[in-house]
């Protein structure tokens, strides 16, 4: 049995796969143990989910293809930072949502790895949820957000605004564990300029999580295959 949550997520792989690799500290180790298999032998066609996993991904021997060219995807290896018991999820605090969700919705199998502290009983109990924004809309978006009654703020670097490597902008919404996170999905994706939300809503298929100190596997959760 794998120890860690990254060497089971690595038993998905299969020699020819074409595979999605997302974005922060969890998925980067699986991108770098899988360069590792790479550099042993095995064959895989790969596609990152933002320009920091790409270049991660160039270093550990992998060559990332555009979406397009890799498509169709057999597995998206991410992670998460909120997961609730029907595996509905929260992402985006690492500011990649959109590619991740373009990527996500294009994979066969999507594996999600988190550690014991990712798991939640309602998703916004962490207290937020971030939104891509064109800029152009972005303080109309914010004139929206309050009138659904919650505070909203700019993701920022170094005191500039943050912007993904789409161009966007990203806001942090701050809102309390949602009863109905498909109802607060549509109210904030038809705000106009909304360009999507960190609600990944029916899309895991599988969920690893790992103690929160060495990530070693402690539990394997799996949703009915989509197809």
Known sequence: MAATIFERALEFVADGMSVGLGSGRAANRFTELLGER????????????????EDLARRVGLTPLPLGEAMPLDLTVDGADEVDPSLDLIKGYGRALVREKVVASVSKRLVILVGREKMVPRLGTRGKLPLEVVPFAAES???HVKRLGFDGRYAEVDGSRFQSDNGNYVLDVTLAPSADARLLQANLRGIPGVVDTGLFLGMADTVLVGDNETFRLAQELCRPRRF
């Open 141 to 143: 978006v914010l004139h």
């Open 38 to 53: 790479v550099q042993k032998g095995l064959r895989v066609r790969t596609t990152a989910t933002s320009q920091a996993t």
